[in-house]
């Protein structure tokens, strides 16, 4: 099936560990996207990339990481610089470009992480 | 920098009446608007999008909006609501004013009653 996953669904960590969720999608997307989704604030994005070995800063990338080194994968990582990591985080993919007929995003069913 | 803004928080509907979520954004450029919908403990799903051309545009389950430029809006809209359109909706904007990122609204909540 063509999609989007992100493993694990549940992760739990204890503070002052780094943590990796996964994302991978076999869409052919030029584009990926973490977000952070949390009660009252909808989904804030951490960081983007539109291509392979590139990637920019969204609106909240303190205390995250991420790589882009393959088209299906982007990996973020939770730093334990990250001062309030526990939240629901989203990954996306979409077509690259804006004004074409098709780039809308395509979302991955998500990884809560709870740090204890 | 780019936003969007959805201005219903919360919102609380019997069912048949009719429904308007709005949403304002601010950056020029070039953009495609998205409405996402999230319904409880299911991931986003895309209700309806506008690239171009007929500025109202129709999605699934009878939702459509309606792209107004001067006044950079892009409400949502169902004639009559159904119990099972209870969920959480988002819209969505990228722009080449933007950098091409896909940027969020904080979501609407609506809750249809019987």
């Known amino acids: 099936d063509g999609g989007i996953t992100q493993s694990p669904k549940y992760l739990f960590r204890k503070e002052g560990q780094n943590v990796t969720l996964s994302c991978e999608q076999n869409l052919n997307h030029d584009a990926m996207y973490w977000y952070r989704q949390d009660p009252g604030q909808g989904l804030r994005l951490i960081y983007y990339s539109q291509i392979v070995n590139d990637f920019q800063k969204g609106d909240i990338a303190e205390g995250y990481s991420v790589s882009r080194e393959k088209k299906e994968s982007f990996p973020l990582t939770v730093t334990s610089a990250q001062k309030n990591p526990t939240a629901f985080y989203l990954c996306?993919?979409?077509?690259f470009g804006v004004g074409k007929g098709n780039t809308e995003a395509f979302f991955g069913q998500g990884t809560r992480l709870t740090v204890v | 920098a780019q936003s969007v803004s959805q201005h219903n928080h919360h919102v609380i509907l019997s069912e048949a009446a009719s429904l308007e979520l709005g949403c304002n954004y601010s950056?020029?450029?070039?953009?495609?608007l998205f409405w996402y919908v999230q319904y409880p403990g299911q991931h986003l799903q895309l209700l309806l999008k506008y690239f171009s051309g007929d500025p109202l545009v129709k999605g699934i389950k009878g939702f459509e909006a309606e792209f107004i430029k001067s006044k950079f809006s892009f409400n949502l809209r169902k004639p009559s609501v159904q119990w099972s359109d209870t969920a959480e909706y988002f819209c969505a904007v990228k722009s080449t004013g933007g950098g091409n990122k896909l940027t969020f609204g904080t979501g609407t909540q609506l809750k249809v009653e019987l």
């Open positions: 950056y020029g450029g070039t953009v495609n």
């Open positions: 996306a993919s979409s077509l």
